[in-house]
């Protein structure tokens, strides 16, 4: 069964820096990873998928790069709406990572 | 405008059932495979279920194996989910969320509906 870890699991920045939010697989998963943006009492939102392609509507400071076991979603420049928490998944089995929390500093 | 609206949830006692229903519109539900994820209180999101468009493909965790059964009717666009025996861990956000046709990723999402499985 593929494991995703991810890290840091809190991230503490403030808004116009850079985020830089990880993912890690058990084994390769190859591009088959997406990345999911939760704000309290919402839904998740689709921003990344198959590892680097942004969502409808998603904005282009977010990229996700990556394949195989190693997987990064970057913001690139935070705005405050970004503050929230981020989950990947991959497909093989359909399980999550267990998140990271991005709070302002 | 895709739209997937849960419904079903409330307060249960330990041991007993409950059938989540997920009313989709939008979009050709038969064609899309679909999900149901949930997400106890103040915890991360965990994956429950899968069927695909036809129905004939179904997987589920671990934590709910046996206990828990996935379905679809396609003719009235409609998923669900029948929860037996159900547990206090059990305790949820559930969602129901749509499969990408183009990709592995979850593409829509409902409000959700809570369930909560107390004495």
């Known amino acids: 069964e593929i494991v995703l870890t991810q890290s840091p699991a809190t991230l503490s920045l403030s808004p116009g820096e850079r985020a830089t939010l990880s993912c890690r697989a058990s084994?390769?998963?190859?591009?088959?990873l997406a990345w999911y943006q939760q704000k309290p009492g919402q839904a998740p939102r689709l921003l990344i998928y198959?590892?680097?392609n942004r969502a409808t509507g998603i904005p282009a400071r977010f990229s996700g790069s990556g394949s195989g076991t190693d997987f990064t979603l970057t913001i690139s420049s935070l705005e405050p709406e970004d503050f929230a928490v981020y989950y990947c998944q991959q497909r093989s089995n359909w399980v999550f990572g267990q998140g990271t929390r991005l709070e302002i500093k | 405008e895709v739209q997937l609206v849960e419904s079903g949830g409330g307060l249960v006692q330990p041991g007993g059932s409950l059938r989540l229903s997920c009313a989709a519109s939008?979009?050709?539900?038969?064609?899309?495979?679909m999900n149901w994820v949930r997400q106890a209180p103040g915890k991360g999101l965990e994956w429950v279920s899968y069927i695909s468009s036809s129905g004939s493909t179904i997987y589920y965790a671990d934590s709910v194996k046996g206990r828990f059964t996935i379905s679809r009717d396609n003719a009235k666009n409609s998923l669900y989910l029948q929860m037996n025996s159900l547990r206090a861990e059990d305790t949820a956000v559930y969602y129901c969320a749509r499969v990408s046709e183009s990709s592995s990723s979850l593409d829509y999402w409902g409000q959700g509906t809570l369930v909560t499985v107390s004495s």
């Open positions: 198959d590892a680097s």
């Open positions: 084994q390769s998963v190859s591009s088959y």
């Open positions: 939008g979009f050709t539900f038969s064609s899309y495979e």
